[in-house]
């Protein structure tokens, strides 16, 4: 039977863990994720950061011209939930490489 690992080795894989995430949450808060939305999937393009901060949104001209508000939203709104899911994807797939494949609690990255 396999010994048990002691309370202190326990400790010490924890720390271990922990700062491996918090290595990995600082990679990823400086990736830039980008996503596009539109007919042509690029009438609207918004990139956001690893920390799901919005750093730019880009409309094409030629939807602007139209003057079409509720398309403007609509695409603003697709771009913006697409990249964010990108980027919460990308940190769960880092952290599940830090973690062994671990089942952790999303809301803990």
């Known amino acids: 039977m396999a010994e048990q690992p002691s309370m202190m080795e326990m400790l010490r894989q924890a720390r271990d863990l922990q700062k491996k995430m918090k290595k990995i949450q600082k990679q990823v808060e400086k990736t830039e994720i980008t996503a596009s939305a539109g007919s042509d999937n690029a009438q609207v393009t918004v990139v956001v950061s690893g920390k799901l901060h919005v750093r730019s949104v880009t409309i094409d001209q030629s939807l602007v011209s139209r003057g079409d508000a509720r398309l403007i939203q609509e695409l ?3 771009a913006v939930n ?5 980027a919460q994807e990308i940190m769960t797939e ?3 490489k830090v973690t062994g494949g671990l089942n952790m609690p999303e809301d803990m990255f």
């Open 76 to 78: 603003v709104t697709n």
């Open 82 to 86: 697409a990249a964010l899911e990108k």
């Open 94 to 96: 880092e952290m599940k």
